[in-house]
């Protein structure tokens, strides 16, 4: 018999310092490696970060048993909104012309959102073709694009976008997603059965990701943050991330011995660079992206990590530094919407702090207390990776994906003449 065979498409892949392309680059090996699918990626060369994050790889690479293929299509930044489009139509043209000629039998496609309306190309496959495809939903659109003011609600591009995607939910076998919340918006807004729909969180590298002590990191000891609490936020400063109430609350600890660690890129990197020397935050530093390698390094060069989601976001996007936070074993200190699950997960797992988005002077307290007690503060570090080991771990989720693209294809008929799964991770 022969392996199932398992297609993930996604713009963006490792090297390529998206987060979605790391979490697809670690899926497709651990598919391969310990799960017995035959693994193909779909994306393009990197070009997701600053300029000088673009490397130029072969357009076909073997590794560990998976294809990868990178297809061509502009390179321009994801912040311009015209050439965005291009760059994401250019894709799209290329996944339907390979769809529709390539191999579909014996074959489940799993669409991430990126591009978001990339499972298009599975609606109408599976029309023209029979293709079995899972939707792998990490931003919702249009509901971003509104939010962010891209466009208009109740526009014509909100409307068309819907149209697209009550066809790419209503022909998926099955429906992934983040948290609870991106659950209820596919079914308030599309016709789609619940039934289809499975929550499976992102996760991080525990093996490359671990507790290493601030002090003993090199990122600590040459920006001078080994002595004062650290409070460190690493990733993408996009557009629907909260930065407003921590710098209100660097504001209030600019006389206490706090330092405020904003690292990455995005959208709001340069608001983020203005408001620091606006507000005269000696406190707060911002740093460029790190490199892969010393990542380990960086993250925990902190006394606690910062994931914050603006309003209205949650089920539309959700933060995926929270899992490289947990690894890394440091307290999280979360800002959110009160009616959050990044609040839930969080609390229930004692591992950090929760404050209200605009809540500057009850975030201060929380780090003010932070800094009193820092038994306190270790051993929500500590319990921070025990809960990242349960539950959030690479082996962990991917045994979860391993169970839904079964499901999925056996369902479908796509895997009928396919081996069983191992037993170690039958669902």
Request: aromatic share 10%; glycine share 8%; proline share 5%.
């Amino acid at each position: 018999m022969a392996k199932p065979r398992v297609v993930l498409v996604n713009q963006y892949c490792y090297p390529d310092v998206a987060s979605t392309g790391h979490l697809i680059h670690t899926l497709a090996l651990e598919l391969a490696r310990d799960h017995g699918f035959e693994v193909e990626v779909l994306t393009t060369q990197p070009s997701y970060g600053d300029k000088e994050t673009w490397v130029n790889l072969p357009g076909v690479v073997r590794e560990e048993g998976v294809t990868f293929r990178r297809v061509w299509v502009p390179r321009v930044s994801k912040n311009i909104l015209a050439g965005r489009a291009i760059k994401d139509l250019t894709f799209l043209v290329q996944l339907q012309l390979r769809a529709l000629l390539g191999k579909n039998r014996g074959t489940v496609f799993v669409y991430t959102t990126a591009p978001p309306y990339g499972a298009f190309v599975g609606a109408v496959c599976r029309l023209l073709r029979r293709q079995t495809y899972c939707t792998l939903l990490y931003d919702s659109y249009p509901h971003l694009g509104v939010w962010v003011g891209t466009f208009r609600k109740g526009g014509v591009i909100e409307r068309v976008w819907h149209w697209v995607n009550r066809r790419m939910y209503k022909g998926a076998s099955r429906a992934i997603v983040l948290c609870k919340a991106a659950a209820r918006l596919l079914t308030d807004n599309y016709p789609i059965d619940p039934s289809i729909i499975r929550q499976i969180p992102n996760w991080a590298d525990g093996d490359k990701l671990y507790p290493v002590s601030k002090a003993d990191t090199d990122f600590a000891k040459a920006n001078d943050l080994v002595e004062p609490f650290t409070l460190l936020y690493s990733g993408n400063m996009g557009l629907y991330y909260e930065f407003e109430t921590v710098l209100k609350a660097a504001e209030l600890l600019k006389d206490e011995p706090f330092r405020l660690v904003l690292v990455g890129g995005g959208g709001k990197k340069p608001w983020c660079e203005e408001q620091v020397e606006q507000r005269g935050l000696t406190n707060t530093v911002v740093l460029p992206y790190q490199p892969f390698e010393t990542l380990n390094d960086s993250l925990n060069a902190c006394d606690a990590s910062l994931v914050t989601i603006s309003e209205g976001i949650e089920g539309i996007s959700f933060p995926s530094k929270l899992y490289t936070s947990l690894a890394v074993g440091k307290a999280i200190v979360a800002v959110s919407e009160e009616r959050s699950e990044l609040r839930d997960i969080v609390a229930d797992g004692d591992c950090g702090v929760w404050a209200a988005l605009g809540d500057a002077e009850g975030l201060a307290g929380h780090l003010r207390t932070m800094m009193r007690d820092t038994a306190a503060t270790e051993r929500m570090g500590e319990n921070a990776r025990t809960l990242f080991e349960q539950r959030y771990t690479r082996q962990v989720c991917a045994a979860q994906y391993a169970g839904v693209i079964r499901e999925a294809g056996q369902a479908t008929g796509a895997y009928k003449d396919a081996d069983p799964a191992p037993a170690e991770v039958a669902p």
